[in-house]
């Protein structure tokens, strides 16, 4: 009785073993297929956003094109905007570049179409925070940058603090709140590099890059999934010669 009994334990041992292994087949593949469809998308959003960025610029989208703005949709579109700057409202937002630590420098432009655009002028450095060593070009001027959606918030594990000062993302409504600007676009603008790079704010420093680790990813998990095969291979072929095998007398 006991000697019937311990080949079928073993043999249900054996079933629920591939069972556990061929489910977990078929989740590595279904990973492995899943990052293949998002490199697939990020190359076409990484396509689109570099057609944005090198596209003739357009202009900024008006009050009545607002509700319909999403980053996927939008960010980083080259625009042309026309108004005057109001640099009394300019605030400074922690920022970290090419140039060491600083900040960015948002102000305020009352658009000849009537409306507000937060313009991120460029970078300064900390010790040049300043306004009186900025370029401050009166009257209606013209600028070209990109389209940036809002970083409601904060930085990492950083909150912005109107009340001290302290701003660690472009978060456009809390900015406007601060600011007493009303209502403004939902996005804000990357001001283009200027004629003069000697002059600050710093301009066309937007750093336009995604991650696209997908093709590793899906390697991963397909040759995760060769192995798990490889493995029930191993374990049906030792279990096959198990029972082939003659038992001693």
Same mark, same amino acid.
């Given at each position: 009785?006991?000697?019937?009994a311990t080949?079928?334990r073993?043999?249900?041992?054996?079933?629920?073993?591939?069972?556990v292994?061929?489910l977990?087949?078929?989740?590595?593949?279904?990973?492995?297929?899943?990052?293949?469809?998002?490199?697939?998308?990020?190359l076409d959003?990484?396509?689109?956003?570099?057609?944005?960025?090198?596209a003739?610029?357009?202009p900024?989208?008006?009050?009545?094109?607002?509700p319909?703005?999403?980053?996927?949709?939008?960010?980083?579109?080259?625009?042309r905007l026309?108004g005057? $700057?109001?640099?009394?409202?300019?605030?400074l937002?922690?920022a /970290?570049?090419?140039? =060491? #630590?600083g900040?960015? !420098?948002?102000?305020p432009?009352?658009?000849?179409?009537?409306?507000?655009?937060?313009?991120?002028?460029?970078?300064?450095?900390?010790?040049?925070?300043?306004?009186?060593?900025?370029?401050?070009?009166?009257?209606?001027?013209?600028?070209?940058?990109l389209?940036?959606?809002?970083?409601p918030?904060?930085?990492?594990?950083?909150s912005?603090?109107p009340?001290?000062?302290?701003?660690y993302?472009?978060?456009v409504a809390?900015?406007?709140?601060?600011?007493?600007?009303?209502?403004?676009?939902?996005? $804000?603008?990357?001001?283009?590099?200027?004629?003069?790079a000697? /002059?600050?704010?710093? =301009? #066309?420093?937007?750093? !336009?890059?995604?991650r696209?680790?997908?093709?590793v990813?899906?390697?991963t998990?397909?040759?995760?999934?060769a192995m798990?095969?490889?493995?029930?291979?191993?374990?049906?072929?030792?279990a096959l010669?198990?029972r082939?095998?003659?038992?001693?007398e």
């Open positions: 009785m006991g000697d019937e080949p079928r073993s043999r249900g041992a054996l079933v629920a073993i591939n069972l292994g061929l977990l087949v078929a989740a590595f593949l279904g990973l492995g297929i899943w990052q293949v469809q998002r490199r697939a998308w990020k959003l990484i396509a689109r956003v570099e057609a944005r960025v090198r003739e610029p357009r900024a989208p008006g009050p009545a094109d607002w319909a703005i999403t980053e996927e949709a939008d960010a980083y579109r080259h625009l026309t005057t $700057f109001e640099y009394d409202r300019s605030t937002v922690q /970290l570049t090419a140039f =060491g #630590g900040f960015w !420098v948002l102000t432009l009352r658009s000849d179409r009537g409306f507000t655009v937060l313009v991120n002028r460029g970078f300064v450095p900390a010790e040049r925070r300043d306004p009186a060593g900025w370029s401050q070009p009166l009257g209606t001027v013209t600028l070209t940058g389209l940036r959606v809002s970083e918030g904060g930085g990492f594990l950083r912005n603090e009340a001290t000062e302290r701003w993302s472009r978060d809390a900015i406007a709140g601060a600011r007493g600007l009303g209502e403004v676009a939902p996005y $804000f603008v990357d001001a283009d590099a200027g004629a003069d000697e /002059l600050l704010p710093v =301009g #066309g420093l937007t750093v !336009v890059s995604f696209n680790e997908h093709l990813y899906a390697l998990w397909f040759a995760l999934a798990t095969i490889g493995a029930l291979a191993y374990l049906g072929r030792e010669a198990g082939t095998r003659t038992p001693p």
